[in-house]
């Protein structure tokens, strides 16, 4: 059901030209809101957009999404996500490590594949990280795994290809896709240890 509505909002954003940009941005917030998973979209992006105009457009619709979470954390769900955050004690060591070094953190988590996305923005609402820090660690911090799912979508041949997840057929773009893919996932991932490294020191302090 999701592959199938996805398919058909992929292709309506195709056919109505410079808004389908817009829109296709705009679909972050809501979803980031009600806890959709952004990958699937992030995938189509690249495959309706391409490499650089996709990224463009999932750097800031993720990112919109990301704040509209916060705020809401912060205004009209403050109880309900302090209930989940206290469940998860990793969430609640980052909560009082933002409180001193709340840039770095929030960019650590956001480099960091470990941690929930949807939840961790409404889990930042729950402190007293500064919303202008918050979305502008968050931004940076999601920049690297944006391009490898991007790249990704702009990889596949069809949609069809796309959501069943196979490889693209040709010689030839298989050999660009598996270099272009090895280059940006070991990058992701040099990133992605550091963070994690940097982010255990931080939250194991005394």
Known sequence: MLKDTLTSFLEWVQGIGPWGAVLFAAVYVPAAVLFVPGSLL????????????????VSIGSTAGA???????????HDWVARRVARRPMLAAIGRAVETEGFKIVLLTRLSPV????????????????????????????????IMYVYLGSAANSLATL?????????GRQILFVLGLAATVAVTIIVTRRARRALNEIVSRP
């Not at 997840?165 to 040709?170: F, L, M, N, V």
């Open 42 to 57: 992030t995938l189509g992006a690249g495959f309706v957009f391409g490499l650089a105009k996709g990224t463009v457009i």
């Open 67 to 77: 704040a509209a979470a916060f705020l809401v954390a912060r205004s009209l769900a």
């Open 115 to 146: 941690f929930p996305f949807n939840l961790l923005n409404y889990a930042y609402g729950l402190t007293s990280v500064p919303f202008r820090t918050y979305v502008l660690a968050s931004w940076i911090g999601m920049l690297p795994g944006t």
């Open 163 to 171: 959501l069943s997840g196979e490889a693209p057929q040709s010689a």
